[in-house]
């Protein structure tokens, strides 16, 4: 499965953009898509996760509140709504999914379907 990020952009601090994560065929009823973000020299930080058949959701504390994932099966898209955003949210942000729930679904190294990121800059 391919996986195609889009939506970033430039947007004033207390703003929002909405981020999608697009695949290129139907993902199975267990698919999980991760939304990841990245700043220069760092890791890859975990945004939050959505486990496609019962669309259960969990979050960074750091966007806890702020930032919503959603999808739609019938585009084979999952959504980022960030609200309220700060300029430490500024981040190469990418989308990631793999069959199955992971215990450590917050790590990066447990999936293996990536798209290209999308930048995101906030300004204050």
């Known amino acids: 499965v391919q996986l195609q990020a889009s939506g970033g952009g430039l947007v004033q601090a207390g703003g929002s953009l909405r981020l999608s994560c697009t695949a290129s065929?139907?993902?199975?009823?267990?698919?999980?898509t991760a939304w990841f973000r990245q700043v220069p020299g760092k890791g890859r930080e975990f945004v939050g996760v959505?486990?496609?058949?019962?669309?259960?959701?969990y979050y960074a504390d750091s966007v806890k509140g702020r930032f919503t994932i959603s999808r739609d099966s019938a585009k084979n898209t999952v959504y980022l709504q960030m609200n309220s955003l700060k300029s430490e949210d500024t981040a190469v942000y990418y989308c990631?999914?793999?069959?199955?729930?992971?215990?450590?679904?917050?790590?990066?190294?447990?999936?293996?379907?990536w798209g290209q990121g999308t930048q995101v800059t906030v300004s204050s």
């Open positions: 065929e139907r993902t199975s009823s267990n698919w999980s």
């Open positions: 990631a999914g793999r069959n199955g729930w992971a215990i450590r679904y917050y790590s990066e190294f447990e999936y293996g379907s």
């Open positions: 959505i486990k496609r058949g019962m669309s259960t959701t």
